[in-house]
């Protein structure tokens, strides 16, 4: 192994992932997961040759640094530390300031801290972990790769709201986006597939796993995309409600709900878990509705149909389009979920090849449409990669 690896690190507030990316081959050698950060049983847990390993960490302290602090000396066991040359670091918000990945400084800490008020539970522990990694490998470069910088892209009647201009320049409420480093991932992968250059195509990539978001690409940049001002908006999620009338928030607050109660119940309550009342997870709401479950029922019905009106509605966006991509958890594997949206999209024209979706799951990238009609496709995202490819990109710019 050569100097090729880098160290990815997504650092929320209670939990800190991390993958090592070797940029020759694209795999991950190694990842693993720190969580219940803040709590006793707080720990670390990674993966070599499919067997779990697991690190608790002390009860008190900062779990932050002692989880990196144990990703180090994991690496200094596997040999492993020597051969990183650059840490890249997944950041949720990066505001109008930052439409692409950069080298942090403290000047860019401070600024990803000051953009806190527009992602309160991400950019802060970005911070953290940033930080517990600055001091962990004081001699290698870290870069900061925005999930909002990709639609930064956007022309302003996509990401004005149709309010007062003052709570824009006050506040800066827009629309910002999220999902970029996937999006722009599978839309630089689908133009392969198709042989043209990305510059000259136009697709609409709709990203379903836990969160999901459908985007409009341009010529290769974003135009339009479904999350907004946080990744509440657009689309039915895991737990997440998607758009809403903003009137339903008054209205619960008027019944005597808390802020925060309100908040928990649109961010954690509802979505696929609200409406089946049984679970978020796509897996068990399709097993539950092909054993004749209502709300998982519903809750698939609802899913598939405002992802095809999304998509509907980004054919506005664009002049031409070259494909659907469907990716994540549920757009890489549920062979029902797409089908059904794409016999949503049927005015359109989308016939879906039933043995092209079948193939199309588990990793493998493929055309689920038939022959001579529209195109849709499935590409894993790989987020890691991107992270780790634009870092040695930096590191040797
Ligand atoms: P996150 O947003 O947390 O990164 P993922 O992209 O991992 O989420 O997607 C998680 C979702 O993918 C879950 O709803 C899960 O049920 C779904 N998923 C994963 N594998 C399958 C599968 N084989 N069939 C259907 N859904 C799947």
Redesign the pocket.
């Known amino acids: 192994m050569s100097n090729s690896l880098v160290l990815v690190i997504n650092s929320g507030s209670s939990s800190l992932k991390f993958a090592l990316i070797d940029t020759v081959s694209g795999e991950a050698t190694l990842s693993g997961l720190g969580e219940c950060f803040g709590l006793p049983e707080a720990v670390v847990s990674w993966k070599i040759d499919g067997e779990k390993h697991e690190h608790m960490l002390e009860a008190e302290g900062n779990h932050h640094q002692q989880a990196v602090d144990r990703i180090v000396a994991l690496l200094e066991e596997l040999g492993m530390k020597q051969d990183i040359v650059a840490i890249g670091h997944r950041v949720v918000h990066g505001g109008e300031k930052f439409t692409k990945t950069v080298k942090i400084d403290e000047t860019v800490l401070e600024e990803i801290d000051n953009l806190s008020d527009l992602a309160p539970l991400h950019n802060p522990a970005h911070v953290i972990g940033m930080r517990a990694a600055m001091k962990a490998f004081p001699s290698l470069s870290q870069y900061a790769v925005f999930d909002t910088a990709f639609h930064q892209t956007m022309p302003a009647k996509a990401y004005t709201g149709a309010i007062s201009q003052k709570l824009y320049k006050e506040y800066g409420i827009r629309r910002y986006g999220f999902h970029g480093t996937s999006h722009y991932y599978v839309s630089r992968e689908a133009a392969k597939m198709i042989n043209k250059p990305v510059e000259d195509s136009n697709f609409i990539s709709v990203?379903?796993?836990?969160?999901?978001s459908v985007c409009a690409i341009k010529n290769g940049k974003s135009v339009d995309t479904s999350m907004g001002f946080t990744p509440l908006a657009g689309l039915m999620?895991?737990t997440r409600c998607g758009d809403l009338d903003p009137s339903i928030i008054e209205f619960l607050l008027k019944k005597g709900w808390s802020q925060q109660e309100v908040f928990d119940e649109l961010n954690k309550k509802s979505g696929?878990l609200g409406v089946s009342g049984l679970t978020?997870?796509?897996?068990?709401?399709?097993e539950a509705m092909e054993n004749g479950h209502e709300g998982a029922t519903l809750a698939f019905e609802i899913f598939c149909y405002r992802v095809a009106k999304y998509i509907g509605s980004y054919m506005v966006a664009l002049d031409e389009l070259d494909a659907i991509i469907f990716?994540?958890?549920?757009?890489?594997?549920?062979?029902?979920?797409r089908s059904k949206i794409l016999e949503n999209l049927k005015i359109f024209g989308y016939r879906e090849d039933e043995e092209g979706n079948a193939a199309a799951?588990?990793g493998n990238a493929g055309v689920i449409t038939k022959p001579n009609t529209p195109m849709a496709m499935v590409i894993p995202?790989n987020e890691e990669w991107v992270i780790a490819k634009e870092s040695m990109e930096l590191l040797h710019a």
């Open positions: 990203h379903l796993g836990n969160g999901a999620m895991g696929l978020s997870d796509c897996r068990g709401i399709i990716t994540a958890g549920i757009g890489e594997n549920s062979q029902p979920i799951r588990f995202t």
